[in-house]
């Protein structure tokens, strides 16, 4: 399968650091043009999925604009200028959280937007986290932290209550990530 | 935990259906006022996993013009405007492959950016599929029909060849659906 060309691409409109709009001239592999493609420029972040000594999984409670009421919640945050992924989320995990840990596996990087760009996402399995106390947070909304058990991770998920798409992802994956013996 | 609040917005830019930016100005709990608040609109969608009546998960191989190389994809696509999230979540299985099911399970909806909008998927697991010969894609992008078992999505997911985020949360999410009885 043959990937589509950029045959040109033009800024349109710039919010800010979290938004760019380009359009795009784009080509298809059968020859077909199309010269109005949104592209959307978002900065990429990461979520971590953090597994305690004892086997708890952090997690937040939270409430974020764009969603209603309370939300479940993984811990996460956008990357800063040219940095790298893992190291983004060995930061965003002890600001977010004072957890620390040191066994990392990469759970891989996802697209928002398959079509229209949207920032990717890297996603991070981190196990045996542990409390050093060195939480400090800059995030704008509330946050109460959790700790919950394999199963209550699960019952969230089925119930929908990681109500954000990367949210659901990183703890859907990872609780696959470590099943790997039960199926 | 208090929600924000949104006190006047905007457009500021209009590209396509496929996406509107406004700002917003947006109130804190605490008081604090961000006048510069920037929020996507685009087009709500579904993704389906569905499982055959031998039990194979029916996925695609697939190009698009935002990801690297070839992706394992999920079925899915826009609502039409004013669409019901399970009727679109029923046409696009037929169009895009061919199937239908007669067992809908909704397994929730899901904030694509937590704090700037950018749709929302609606994700369902349809069981017992089967090939009705109807398959009518107006997909632009080439793709492949696979029909995988449950050990080959699981596999696909831990080596992160479903590359865009809805994707790989619709098969994790139908697994974990799948396997109640298992943990």
């Given at each position: 399968?043959?990937?589509?060309?950029?045959?040109?691409?033009?800024?349109?409109?710039?919010?800010?650091?979290?938004?760019?709009?380009?359009?795009?001239?784009?080509?298809?592999?059968d020859g077909r043009i199309f010269d109005q493609w949104n592209w959307m420029i978002t900065p990429d972040y990461v979520n971590i999925a953090a597994l305690t000594e004892d086997g708890?999984?952090?997690?937040?409670?939270?409430?974020?604009?764009?969603?209603?009421?309370?939300?479940?919640?993984?811990?996460g945050?956008?990357?800063e200028p040219d940095e790298d992924p893992l190291e983004a989320a060995k930061r965003e995990l002890?600001?977010?959280?004072?957890?620390?840990?040191?066994?990392?596996?990469?759970?891989?990087?996802?697209?928002?937007?398959a079509s229209h760009g949207a920032g990717t996402g890297y996603f991070?399995?981190?196990?045996?986290?542990?409390?050093v106390g060195a939480q400090h947070s800059?995030?704008?909304?509330?946050?109460?932290?959790l700790l919950l058990s394999r199963a209550e991770v699960e019952a969230?998920?089925?119930?929908?209550?990681?109500?954000?798409?990367?949210?659901?992802?990183?703890?859907?994956?990872a609780l696959l990530a470590e099943q790997k013996e039960i199926v």
């Amino acid at each position: 399968m043959l990937p589509w060309k950029t045959l040109s691409r033009q800024t349109v409109y710039h919010h800010s650091k979290y938004l760019t709009v380009e359009n795009h001239v784009v080509q298809l592999p059968d020859g077909r043009i199309f010269d109005q493609w949104n592209w959307m420029i978002t900065p990429d972040y990461v979520n971590i999925a953090a597994l305690t000594e004892d086997g708890r999984w952090v997690c937040f409670r939270q409430v974020k604009y764009g969603i209603e009421g309370e939300s479940l919640a993984a811990v996460g945050g956008y990357l800063e200028p040219d940095e790298d992924p893992l190291e983004a989320a060995k930061r965003e995990l002890v600001e977010e959280t004072g957890y620390r840990a040191d066994d990392w596996t990469y759970l891989g990087k996802y697209r928002v937007d398959a079509s229209h760009g949207a920032g990717t996402g890297y996603f991070y399995l981190a196990r045996g986290a542990r409390d050093v106390g060195a939480q400090h947070s800059d995030d704008l909304e509330e946050q109460e932290l959790l700790l919950l058990s394999r199963a209550e991770v699960e019952a969230a998920l089925r119930a929908g209550e990681f109500k954000v798409l990367a949210w659901a992802t990183i703890m859907a994956l990872a609780l696959l990530a470590e099943q790997k013996e039960i199926v």
